[in-house]
């Protein structure tokens, strides 16, 4: 399956001007990073489509706060096709004004003997950012 390749939100066009097509990992990492900034709930049509981040700034870092967005970020990634196994979460920051982690996952069809994707990202007031 094909779909049309985003920037930062845009879309990628082609050298002749095309509108850019990904398909494979590339597509499995952008539908990953694309759900990661989605609120769950956010589009109507699509209710359970996002991953309900920012319900965790009103919480105390706690490890028990930890396992949970750990767990709802590792639950996002599963939807997708992508060696379960290879699924880590780490939260790197989590202060007043925001939380900040990592996630690394491995697309099924990549080869194990390569490096997993990695996605940093920040959680807070304004939404959720991937720092990359």
């Given at each position: ?7 930062n ?10 509108l ?7 597509l ?5 990073r694309?759900?990661?900034?989605t ?12 991953a ?6 009103h ?8 396992a949970a ?6 639950e ?20 007043l004004?925001g939380?900040?982690?990592?996630v690394?996952?491995?697309p ?16 807070s007031?304004q939404g959720v950012?991937?720092?990359?």
């Amino acid at each position: 399956m094909a779909d049309l390749q985003l920037k930062n939100g845009q879309f990628v066009r082609t050298a002749d001007g095309d509108l850019a097509l990904i398909d494979d990992e590339e597509l499995t990492i952008q539908e990953v990073r694309h759900e990661f900034i989605t609120e769950k709930g956010e589009i109507d049509l699509h209710s359970e489509y996002g991953a309900p981040l920012l319900q965790f700034l009103h919480m105390e870092q706690s490890e028990e706060a930890e396992a949970a967005i750990a767990n709802v970020i590792a639950e996002t990634v599963k939807k997708y096709e992508v060696d379960e196994n290879s699924i880590h979460v780490t939260i790197t920051r989590w202060s007043l004004d925001g939380i900040r982690g990592r996630v690394s996952f491995r697309p099924v069809d990549r080869s194990l003997q390569t490096q997993p994707t990695v996605v940093d990202f920040s959680v807070s007031y304004q939404g959720v950012v991937l720092l990359d």
